[in-house]
């Protein structure tokens, strides 16, 4: 055998033991918490309120606050995301300017999401006086996400080829109808998919919400924007660190991150079926 | 390329405008055109007159700025960041450089095809309706209607007429690009920018593009930028040949390519250099 057949046999065996080493940590994840979890999945699990200082009973406000503070998320985030990407795409002379304020953009999207928490504490909590709240804690993940969806979205518009916008204004269209008839809806699919996995990273972050609106329990489930709420990924730090009764609420805290994980992943699903369904229409 | 060339003056290219005879009206008057990219001059003092209902060609090697030229005449080039025209070009006698001037009315009326053909990823019904919506025309049968009459005249109707509403990505090159050119009937311009339509297309297609260029000159004033010097011979009554940004001589095709007044433009056209 040619040397060089050699070295690409070497070379394929070192990315596919790349790749093995990726696939068993998330196995043995997955393995880990669908094992320990499943048990404890139930109806009542899903749908009834924590008992007893949290060792028995559900986690249904966790999912109800997660799911309010991601759609608060989405309100906040999904629109000026997609506005802002527009505009830097398609509006922004390529100066200067704009290379620094992308260049910041891509930066704020590796700022911890600690550093984003304390941010919303001082902001919205403390300045904009709403409290740790719903609101606060939905607006601080919102402000989390924007580097995401706005990168995302960016990528989007810049995967539609220059000649649908030219072909369009070339047939008398203003630059805005040539961008909402022929350029957003070639974006939309890789638009969406960006956003829904900027949110689903969103609901499983406990750090900006921290200080800024969740809370390790309620008896009651918010009924407003101004009040507190618990959430999965925090229910599920605290069970897993803070309780006074580790061992024996361990069950529950798999089973919680079961929950979340699968939350995580239907939401990633839906992505996925979506830009799937999208890319179908445009190709018919 | 080593060539040296004498720059002609306006008075030259004043008379060059005027060599050429007409029976015709002028459809479109191009007076001391220049065009920059930023400092780079890719046009430089350009004087033409066009004809109504008349087939201009526009040949020379590349980057000779032809390409350029021809998206000067519906404003194209204005999307191209630091992109400059000094000069005028009058079409009916309006120039389109006027600070009032509606550049989105201009396009109607200036018609373009790109030199890649670029239908939108709608059906081939949709395509051709899509410059009439977006003009704000909302009769359906009008938009069928017109629909109709712009296939035909773009000699596609025939091919098509079974599959309006599929996907226009189904069509063969050379259907994509007679597609186009019936999107830009379907809006009613008088002038129709052609950039290379036939360059990617194989002999039998681009046949029927310039079989469909020589009918539509009795309804366009056509311009129709060619790498291709038959093309130019076959489709075009006039021609005119660029090099390095200037217009090196316009006249009659027939005269063009037979007895030049330009060696420059003798060369080039019996394949000497470009």
């Keep these: 055998m040619r040397k060089k057949y050699k070295k690409q046999a070497v070379g394929f065996w070192i990315l596919r033991v790349c790749m093995g080493i990726v696939l068993l940590c998330l196995a043995v994840i997955l393995w880990d918490i669908v094992s320990k979890g499943a048990g404890v999945i139930s109806w009542s699990f899903l749908t009834e309120n924590p008992r007893k200082g949290m060792t028995e009973g559900g986690i249904f406000p966790a999912i109800v606050g997660t799911f309010l503070v991601t759609v608060i998320t989405a309100i906040l985030s999904v629109p000026l995301g997609v506005g802002c990407a527009i505009y830097l795409h398609e509006y922004a002379k390529g100066g200067k300017t704009t290379r620094l304020i992308r260049m910041a953009i891509r930066n704020l999207s590796g700022v911890p999401s600690i550093v984003y928490g304390l941010f919303g504490v001082v902001l919205f909590v403390q300045f904009m006086n709403l409290g740790t709240s719903l609101l606060s804690a939905g607006m601080t993940l919102g402000l989390m996400t924007l580097p995401w969806t706005i990168t995302a979205s960016e990528e989007a ?4 080829p220059q000649a649908y916008r030219d072909g369009s204004m070339a047939l008398g269209a203003t630059k805005w109808q040539a961008i909402r008839t022929n350029v957003l809806p070639y974006a939309m699919p890789g638009m969406l998919t960006g956003m829904i996995l900027g949110l689903s990273r969103a609901a499983g972050e406990t750090a900006p919400i921290l200080f800024t609106g969740a809370v390790f329990y309620l008896p009651f489930l918010p009924k407003s924007l101004s009040d507190q709420f618990m959430a999965l990924p925090y229910h599920l730090y605290i069970m897993s660190t803070q309780h006074h009764a580790i061992e024996k609420v361990r069950p529950l805290a798999y089973g919680t991150a079961l929950v979340l994980i699968t939350l995580v992943f239907f939401m990633n699903l839906v992505a996925i079926i979506i830009r799937y369904k999208l890319r179908k229409v445009k190709l018919q | 390329m080593n060539v040296t060339i004498d720059t002609p003056s306006s008075k030259e290219g004043e008379q060059k405008g005027q060599a050429v005879s007409s029976r015709r009206p002028v459809k479109i008057e191009v007076r001391q055109f220049n065009f920059y990219y930023d400092t780079v001059q890719a046009l430089k003092s350009i004087d033409l007159k066009i004809f109504e209902n008349t087939v201009v060609g526009i040949i ?8 350029t030229f021809l998206r000067c005449f519906n404003r194209m ?12 070009i009058r079409i009916d ?4 450089f006027d600070k009032d001037l509606d550049i989105v009315n201009l396009r109607r009326h200036v018609g373009m095809v790109f030199q890649k053909s670029n239908p939108f990823p709608k059906s081939i019904f949709d395509n051709v309706a899509y410059g009439l919506r977006i003009n704000g025309i909302k009769d359906k049968e009008f938009i069928a209607r017109k629909v109709e009459e712009s296939l035909k005249n773009a000699a596609l109707w025939d091919e098509v007429k079974d599959r309006l509403h599929k996907s226009a990505f189904a069509l063969s090159g050379g259907q994509q690009q007679r597609l186009c050119i019936a999107r830009a009937l379907a809006v009613e311009p008088e002038v129709l920018l052609l950039d290379e339509p036939a360059s990617a297309l194989d002999p039998i297609a681009t046949a029927k593009v310039e079989e469909l260029i020589h009918e539509l000159k009795k309804n366009y004033t056509i311009m129709i930028v060619t790498h291709n010097m038959q093309q130019a011979a076959r489709v075009s009554d006039y021609t005119a040949f660029f090099m390095l940004g200037e217009l090196m001589e316009y006249d009659e095709t027939n005269k063009i390519f037979t007895n030049p007044s330009k060696k420059i433009t003798e060369d080039y056209v019996t394949g000497r250099f470009g």
């Design chain 2, 93 to 96: 006698g309006r120039n389109i």
């Design chain 2, 77 to 88: 080039n204005d999307t191209i960041a630091g992109a400059r025209y000094v000069g005028e």
């Design chain 1, 157 to 160: 518009l810049k995967s539609v």
């Design chain 2, 60 to 67: 020379g090697p590349s980057g000779c700025g032809k390409s």
